[in-house]
């Protein structure tokens, strides 16, 4: 296997994190490689319009915002490698070590920026829906979905916060759980109860979303899990929120994993992850905000924290910090 030495930084994931964090790096002059896995881009190249991210007043697409990412990250030297899913990675050693199904990657810093996958039904209707009716964040897309029934599929605390958020836009939301009681906390299942623009449908699941990409969303197919009678029931938007998963198997055991799975950050303040050298941003960090602008700016504070500590290593010729250096503030 080919083994690449060259790039003093890996960074993995090419989503808005990944790109800020090439941008800021390769500005300052240090050489790094983004591996853009199998979705390169992220998570904005299957929304359409973006219209909550500073800078373009006329709203933007989404993977036409990760191509100018890509671009500006490129005009000051960054690489970017598609396709090339990372299996493994050894931080245990110094340099540290990534591989994929193609390379074995060899670099003194690394930066996490992996991201995180939305929970899908798994339908080909929903699939093929994306960014046209089918959504997965109500704060990115909401806005688009003014005085119409939208449909909104989960029982926890996600779902109850989306259906709630999106009571500003529509003129109803229903939201549909499989099951007979939701799991939401107390206080978010009386929100949602007490806003008149919400319905519930329980024992129930979509089977099939019905539209085009041409005229979106405009009816779903509800199977009763009681009765399994089919009903259809018309909707112009259906917004998934059964939770997201980090993309952060590959580090397992290697990295502070929470329970959720989510990359533990030992220190306020900081990118730095368990493992000096190894830094984490974005949404494989964040399940609370999971905002294009918020991953884009964690990824300009990993790429400040990892310019500085290599800039350290390279005067100290150490591999570890300073007592007390990882938890000071500039």
């Known amino acids: 296997m080919e083994r ?29 490689i983004v591996l853009e896995g199998m979705q390169p881009g992220g998570q904005l190249t299957i929304t359409t319009d973006v219209e909550n991210y500073p800078g373009f ?42 591989q994929t199904d193609q390379r074995m990657y060899v670099a003194p810093a690394v930066i996490v920026a992996s991201g995180a996958s939305a929970k899908q039904l798994g339908l080909p209707s929903e699939q ?8 997965y964040c109500a704060t990115c897309d909401g806005f688009f979905f ?41 206080i978010m299942q009386e ?44 909707a112009q938007g259906l917004f998934v929120a059964i939770g997201h998963t980090p993309n952060t198997q590959p580090f397992a055991g290697q990295l502070i994993l929470d329970q959720a799975g989510y990359i533990t950050l030992p220190h306020a303040h900081s ?26 700016g964690s990824g300009c504070q990993a790429a400040l924290d990892c310019e500085r500590w290599l800039t350290h290593e390279r005067i100290t010729e150490r591999w570890d910090l300073p007592k007390g250096e990882e938890e000071r503030v500039d």
């Open 57 to 98: 007043p006329e709203g933007i697409l989404g993977p036409k915002l990760m191509e100018l990412m890509r671009l500006q990250a490129e005009r000051f030297g960054a690489k970017f490698s598609a396709l090339e899913p990372v299996e493994r990675v050894n931080f245990l050693e110094h340099p540290f070590e990534v």
């Open 146 to 186: 003014k005085q119409k029934n939208i449909v909104v599929v989960g029982g926890g605390d996600s779902a109850m916060e989306e259906a709630t958020f999106l009571t500003k836009f529509a003129s109803k939301v229903t939201i549909i759980h499989r099951r007979e009681e939701m799991r939401a906390s107390k």
């Open 191 to 234: 929100r949602a109860l007490n806003n008149s623009k919400i319905e519930f449908i329980f024992n129930t699941t979509v089977d099939e979303v019905i539209g085009t990409k041409e005229n979106g969303v405009k009816q779903l197919k509800l199977r009763n899990l009681k009765t399994n009678e089919v009903t259809d029931f018309d």
């Open 4 to 32: 690449v030495t060259e790039y003093q930084v890996i960074i993995i994931g090419s989503g808005p994190a990944g790109c800020t964090a090439a941008l800021y790096l390769s500005r300052a002059n240090i050489q790094c």
């Open 271 to 296: 990118t730095v992850t368990n493992i000096q050298g190894v830094f984490a941003c974005g949404d494989a960090v964040d399940h609370i905000y999971r905002q294009a602008v918020t991953a884009a």
């Open 128 to 135: 093929a829906l994306q960014g046209f009716g089918v959504s």
